[in-house]
């Protein structure tokens, strides 16, 4: 089974990621928990870029698609070929938000990237309006880096939700505490 968690940023998809590897390893299933961007090259370069200064939009996403490509190879296909549980943290859907809020095509870079990685079988959208995300941010000590300004995160948040009628997509409304937010998540998963 392959799950991606998506959302703008502050919506907890990392907390939901990880409750939802701990209820599959509570089953005795072998869960393969990764975020993207990755801590591999690519994907170092990419996180530095958020304190550092963006990459230019060309960059940034021949980048994006250089970690992907490498996180497919080395981690996604080979443990869902051994019949693991996949989760991810993000996945290219969030490519197509943040680098479409940049003004690329974000149905170009989907069909880029459906042609070496896989189709989850679950995409969990978790939805927060922009006040409430930025919120967030602010109270986990953060303070909102370039990817995270207001106008950019409202329009990543409507590219996520143009998903939301995919057959594999289960839109979550995550303006809940995270213990309602996590029963959504397995209550769609029976």
């Known amino acids: 089974m392959f799950i991606v968690f998506e959302g703008i940023d502050g919506t907890g998809k990392s907390t939901q990621a990880r409750r939802l590897a701990e209820h599959f390893t509570s089953q005795g299933r072998t869960v393969v928990l990764s975020r993207e961007p990755t801590d591999g090259p690519w994907g170092t370069l990419l996180r530095n870029s958020a304190i550092t200064g963006r990459l230019s939009p060309e960059e940034e996403l021949a980048t994006f698609l250089k970690d992907r490509r490498q996180h497919v190879l080395e981690k996604i296909a080979p443990s869902l070929a051994a019949g ?15 680098q479409g809020s940049r003004g690329f095509d974000p149905l170009k870079i989907r069909s880029d990237n459906e042609v070496f990685a896989p189709v989850p079988d679950l995409l969990f959208i978790l939805d927060l309006d922009v006040d409430s995300a930025l919120s967030r941010i602010g109270s986990r000590g953060d303070t909102a880096n370039e990817f995270e300004q207001r106008a950019n995160l409202q329009r990543c948040r409507e590219i996520f939700l143009s998903l939301k009628d995919e057959p594999f997509a289960q839109l979550i409304d995550a303006n809940r505490p995270p213990e309602q937010v996590a029963d959504s998540i397995l209550t769609s998963l029976t």
Not at 84 to 98: E, G, K, P, Q, W
């Open 84 to 98: 693991h549980v996949v989760i991810l943290d993000r996945y290219y859907f969030s490519t197509m938000a943040y």
